[in-house]
């Protein structure tokens, strides 16, 4: 039997992610302009870096992986990349290597600024805040 804390702790879990994953994407179709869009999204970063400060446990960010674990994402990459060149060959091929070509700042900017900036944050709200935060669900 699952006691009076637990169950409120599973309820405020169950909430917040209906909140997170029905109430976010209801409020991207009646969002007013792109002034709503910085405050959701400066306020939902906050919200979850405050969330996360309590509750990770880092040693989930770091560590030693396994031998090979890179094998599989690397073929699925390799895979995607050659169907995608693939496609753009056949389809518009006049598109291939466009960026680069005529915005390479842009270009460079993504390279570089995308890795530190989107992909570890994501990483990090949905390996750690996500699984740790409600843990509760699911154990």
Do not use: N
Not at 11 to 39: C, D, N, T, Y
Not at 102 to 126: D, M, N, T
């Amino acid at each position: 039997m699952i006691g009076k804390r637990a169950l409120r702790s599973r309820v405020a879990s169950l909430v917040e992610l209906f909140l997170l994953l029905g109430g976010v994407p209801l409020l991207a179709l009646l969002a007013p302009g792109p002034l709503f869009w910085r405050a959701l999204l400066w306020g939902g970063s906050a919200y979850a870096f405050w969330r996360l400060l309590g509750q990770i446990d880092w040693r989930h960010t770091g560590g030693t992986p396994p031998a090979g674990w890179w094998r599989g994402p690397a073929l699925r990459a390799f895979l995607v990349a050659l169907c995608l060149l693939l496609y753009v060959l056949l389809a518009e091929p006049e598109r291939l290597f466009e960026l680069p070509r005529k915005r390479p700042g842009l270009w460079l900017f993504i390279l570089f600024a995308y890795p530190p900036l989107s992909a570890l944050p994501q990483e990090l709200v949905f390996r750690v805040y996500f699984f740790e935060a409600h843990a509760g669900l699911w154990t």
